[in-house]
């Protein structure tokens, strides 16, 4: 069955950098496109960035764009968010979740089960 | 940037259908997806490509999308429903993806 596992999270201070990683199973990993998304404490999803199937296109939100970097290892059939200048706001429960559709614009049909950055002094 | 509204709550009595509405410009020219998200878990979805049903999700969930609103219906509400609801797209001249707000469903 499909599985997600995000790891990484943690405690970090402001400015910072932390690495997080979501090693993929039961499915081909190089045929999908991958998301990342987030969940601040008591509030709603907010997507982060996507990659496609071969990595070859990459989408970020306003909020990490040129902060944060997403890319994908298939040799390891995993997924990366790298995470620089890490702000308090940056703090939630980060996903990682398989696009269902054939590119970009389809349901996250399989999610993790989510790892919590918080950035605090 | 594109923006989807839905309302913050809703209540229903059991059995008793709930209807969940997301307002956006056009919505029914972009594909919508929903998400169930209880308490402690990770969303999951339950329609997509407006009316689309995962395998495994009821027939009680339905979607459909026309103008401007989305609406996930869900029809015989049990209490195990009670949870955040929320829509999504694709906007295509931002390229990025779209929630709305979330909906809070409460079964009375």
């Known amino acids: 069955q499909v599985q997600l596992v995000e790891s990484g999270g943690g405690v970090v201070q402001p400015g910072r950098s932390l690495r997080l990683s979501c090693p993929a199973s039961?499915?081909?990993?190089?045929?999908?496109?991958m998301h990342w998304l987030r969940q601040a404490p008591g509030k709603g999803l907010e997507w982060v960035a996507v990659i496609s199937y071969d990595g070859s296109k990459k989408y970020y939100a306003d909020s990490v764009k040129g902060r944060f970097t997403i890319s994908r290892d298939t040799s390891k059939n995993t997924l990366y968010l790298q995470m620089n200048s890490l702000r308090s706001d940056d703090t939630a429960v980060y996903y990682c979740a398989r696009d269902g559709g054939s590119g970009w614009t389809g349901g996250f049909d399989y999610w993790g089960q989510g790892t919590l950055v918080t950035v605090s002094s | 940037s594109y923006v989807l509204t839905q309302p913050p709550s809703v209540s229903v009595a059991p059995g008793r259908t709930a209807r969940i509405t997301c307002g956006g410009n056009?919505?029914?020219?972009?594909?919508v997806h929903w998400y169930q998200q209880k308490p402690g878990q990770a969303p999951v979805l339950i329609i997509y490509y407006d009316s689309a049903r995962p395998s495994g999700i009821p027939e009680r969930f339905s979607g459909s999308n026309s103008g401007d609103t989305a609406t996930l219906t869900i029809s015989w509400v049990e209490a195990g429903d009670e949870a955040d609801y929320y829509c999504q797209v694709w906007d295509s001249s931002s390229d990025h993806v779209i929630f709305g707000g979330g909906t809070r469903l409460t079964v009375l």
């Open positions: 056009t919505i029914g020219s972009k594909s």
């Open positions: 039961g499915f081909t990993f190089s045929s999908y496109a």
